[in-house]
């Protein structure tokens, strides 16, 4: 299958980024070049997992005469493994990178969610924490592989160390969320505070049906993420891709904060109501009026600080 989505490259690979560079007289990206050794070792390590994202297949090929049973077991094994949510669909060309041929069928797709507690200590724990559930997402893929092949089929794992899925749209028709205004999928439990991972196969197994809880609706009418941005990136229209609304982000604003800027930014996914609308967790709507508080003190369209100061 003949993957059709275009995909951004990442760092100076990307036009875009290299001409916002050339024209600040920058010759690296200030949010990827300081130094962090945290970082630095994350990248390292899911690089390595990359390399052990395919392998032997078991000649033994086990029977599937139940396709629920088997997809339940992978399911289970998904969050053994550490996942916290895990569905899967069929693949289309819209969920594969541009030109990229993809040998399998099927994709399972598995969320890993982060502590929202981390928005109270500023943009350098959540960054931290962001490089260690990708590092984790990379076991759990590579781990979940290892055990569909086991099986005797096929299976490759994607993320950042290797990865030709299409996040957004696999998500969504594998029953994980709705897409938000902000562009992140919306999980009813853990908001877009999650990082995702993907595991393509052969593997015969049942599908799942996209998620609709009326986060689409809320968002037309919700401007929290908008107007919290720094760089007004966020759409005020949406516009309908394959029947369902979508918000483009202007990447050309965005970049002067999420790339450009020393500090991270997580705003628009860490300001958005779900974080406590749905899962009417109490502990999060106290971080959540916490942080709004501090939104509100700063500016809410000023950049998140690099640590807030500690409380009096």
Same mark, same amino acid.
């Given at each position: 299958?003949?993957?059709?989505?275009?995909?951004?490259?990442?760092?100076?690979? %990307?036009?875009?980024?290299?001409?916002?560079?050339? !024209?600040?007289?920058?010759?690296?990206?200030?949010?990827?070049?300081? /130094?962090?050794?945290?970082?630095?070792?994350?990248?390292?390590?899911?690089?390595?997992?990359? /390399? %052990?994202?395919?392998?032997?297949?078991?000649?033994?090929?086990?029977?599937?005469?139940?396709?629920?049973?088997?997809?339940?077991?992978?399911?289970?094994?998904?969050?053994?493994?550490?996942?916290?949510?895990?569905?899967?669909?069929?693949?289309?060309?819209?969920?594969?990178?541009?030109?990229?041929?993809?040998?399998?069928?099927?994709?399972?797709?598995?969320?890993?969610?982060?502590?929202?507690?981390?928005?109270?200590?500023? #943009?350098?724990?959540?960054?931290?924490?962001?490089?260690?559930?990708?590092?984790?997402?990379? %076991?759990?893929?590579?781990?979940?592989?290892?055990?569909?092949?086991?099986?005797?089929?096929?299976?490759?794992?994607?993320?950042?160390?290797?990865?030709?899925?299409?996040?957004?749209?696999?998500?969504?028709?594998?029953?994980?969320?709705?897409?938000?205004?902000?562009? #992140?999928?919306?999980?009813?439990?853990?908001?877009?505070?999650?990082?995702?991972?993907?595991?393509?196969?052969?593997?015969?197994?049942?599908?799942? #049906?996209?998620?609709?809880?009326?986060?689409?609706?809320?968002?037309?009418?919700?401007?929290?993420?908008?107007?919290?941005?720094?760089?007004?990136?966020?759409?005020?229209?949406?516009?309908?891709?394959?029947?369902?609304?979508?918000?483009?982000?202007?990447?050309?604003?965005?970049?002067?904060?999420?790339?450009?800027?020393?500090?991270?930014?997580?705003?628009?996914?860490?300001?958005?109501?779900?974080?406590?609308?749905?899962?009417?967790?109490? !502990?999060?709507?106290?971080?959540?009026?916490?942080?709004?508080?501090?939104?509100?003190?700063?500016?809410?369209? #000023?950049?998140?600080?690099?640590?807030? !100061?500690?409380?009096?």
């Amino acid at each position: 299958m003949i993957g059709t989505s275009w995909r951004r490259e990442q760092g100076p690979a %990307d036009p875009l980024l290299r001409k916002m560079l050339a !024209e600040r007289g920058l010759d690296n990206v200030p949010q990827w070049t300081k /130094k962090d050794d945290v970082r630095t070792a994350a990248s390292e390590y899911w690089l390595s997992r990359g /390399k %052990d994202r395919d392998g032997p297949v078991n000649p033994d090929k086990r029977e599937i005469t139940d396709t629920l049973h088997i997809t339940e077991e992978v399911k289970a094994k998904a969050l053994e493994l550490g996942a916290n949510l895990v569905g899967c669909c069929a693949l289309t060309p819209t969920m594969i990178d541009e030109g990229f041929d993809m040998p399998h069928r099927n994709v399972f797709a598995f969320i890993l969610a982060e502590d929202y507690g981390n928005v109270l200590k500023g #943009s350098l724990a959540i960054e931290a924490e962001t490089y260690e559930v990708y590092m984790r997402i990379a %076991d759990i893929a590579t781990d979940l592989a290892t055990f569909i092949r086991d099986m005797g089929y096929p299976a490759w794992a994607h993320h950042n160390g290797a990865l030709q899925i299409q996040a957004i749209p696999t998500m969504y028709q594998c029953g994980l969320g709705e897409l938000g205004r902000h562009g #992140s999928l919306i999980n009813p439990t853990y908001a877009a505070n999650f990082r995702p991972g993907f595991v393509t196969t052969n593997l015969p197994v049942l599908y799942d #049906s996209p998620l609709e809880f009326g986060v689409q609706d809320y968002c037309r009418n919700c401007k929290i993420c908008r107007n919290n941005c720094p760089g007004d990136a966020i759409a005020t229209d949406h516009i309908v891709t394959e029947g369902i609304k979508r918000w483009r982000i202007d990447m050309e604003k965005c970049y002067p904060f999420s790339r450009l800027h020393d500090a991270y930014c997580h705003i628009c996914v860490d300001v958005c109501p779900y974080v406590h609308k749905e899962n009417g967790d109490t !502990e999060k709507r106290t971080m959540y009026g916490a942080y709004m508080k501090r939104r509100k003190q700063d500016g809410y369209r #000023s950049p998140n600080r690099l640590r807030y !100061e500690e409380e009096d």
